[in-house]
């Protein structure tokens, strides 16, 4: 399973309402660490399908759900449990701190 495009329109359904943890990548298309951890955030998407789902949100296309979260840098990650914030991580990192980053949360 690919990771999963969200929208602001689409936020609250896919993110706040779903019934396993949905980790949210803000990023925008003329971010390099983005860019940088776009393959790594694909390849756990896959690797941990069963547990999480791995959503996107380009911030440039969607202004009004990083705006009401104060996302200020990215790559910004954030892991929602049961329509809560419960881990966030500004910046890129290799595939494995991420994956055990993530692993730790849920």
């Known amino acids: 399973m690919a990771t999963k495009t969200v929208t602001d329109a689409s936020f ?3 993110v706040i309402e779903s019934d396993k943890p ?3 990548d803000f990023w925008a ?3 390099g660490p983005c860019k940088m951890i776009a393959p790594a955030l694909e390849e756990i998407s896959d690797e ?3 547990q999480v789902t ?3 949100m380009d911030i440039m296309e969607n ?3 990083p705006g009401q979260l104060g996302v200020q840098g990215i ?3 954030v892991l929602y449990k049961n329509g809560e914030r419960a881990a966030e991580l500004t910046g890129a990192r290799p595939k ?3 994956k055990a980053w993530l692993e730790e949360q849920l």
Do not use: F, G, M
């Open 12 to 14: 609250k359904s896919d």
């Open 22 to 24: 949905v980790l949210v």
């Open 29 to 31: 298309e003329w971010c």
């Open 48 to 50: 941990l399908a069963d």
């Open 54 to 56: 791995i959503a996107k």
């Open 63 to 65: 202004t009004d759900t």
């Open 75 to 77: 790559p910004y990650l």
């Open 96 to 98: 494995s701190q991420l």
